[in-house]
């Protein structure tokens, strides 16, 4: 009789555990799934808010003047940007003044939005311009 109450016992045990890390692993899984749609759901939120388009157009007219080493025109969240890579050697007042024209004629383009233009030169920021 004692060894049928303890096989019995050790039985019950046994089946307690299984159903104790079934329900937790159910659990987990679930879990896991809720978690992985809200990152999902955020990742989408934050490719809208990051979304960039590029104004070729405007990109390559920036790349030819002789006094830029690179940049970009570009879309984002609302707010037309151009970045400028200026040319060492170029003066202060020049780098400036280019700035401002791109300014102006980014918000001829977009009129809508707020136009930010910021010019480098040495890892410098010579010109920042915001147009709202």
């Known amino acids: 009789m004692r060894g049928k109450i303890k096989s019995l016992g050790i039985a019950v045990v046994i ?24 990152k999902t759901t955020q990742a989408s939120e934050n490719e809208k ?11 390559a007219k920036l790349k030819k003047e002789k006094s830029i080493l690179n940049g970009k025109v570009y879309v984002q969240n609302n707010r037309a940007i151009a ?11 020049e780098a400036k003044d280019l700035a401002q024209k791109y300014a102006n004629d980014l918000k001829k383009k977009y ?22």
Request: some cysteine.
């Open 15 to 38: 089946m307690m555990l299984i159903v104790s890390f079934s329900a937790c692993s159910f659990w987990n899984k679930s879990g896991q799934q809720n978690g992985d749609s809200k």
């Open 111 to 132: 009129k809508n939005m707020q136009v930010n233009v910021m010019a480098v030169r040495n890892n410098k920021n010579i010109a920042n311009i915001t147009v709202k």
């Open 49 to 59: 808010k990051l979304k960039i388009t590029e104004d070729t157009d405007k990109t």
């Open 83 to 93: 970045t400028m890579v200026i040319k060492e050697g170029t003066s202060d007042k």
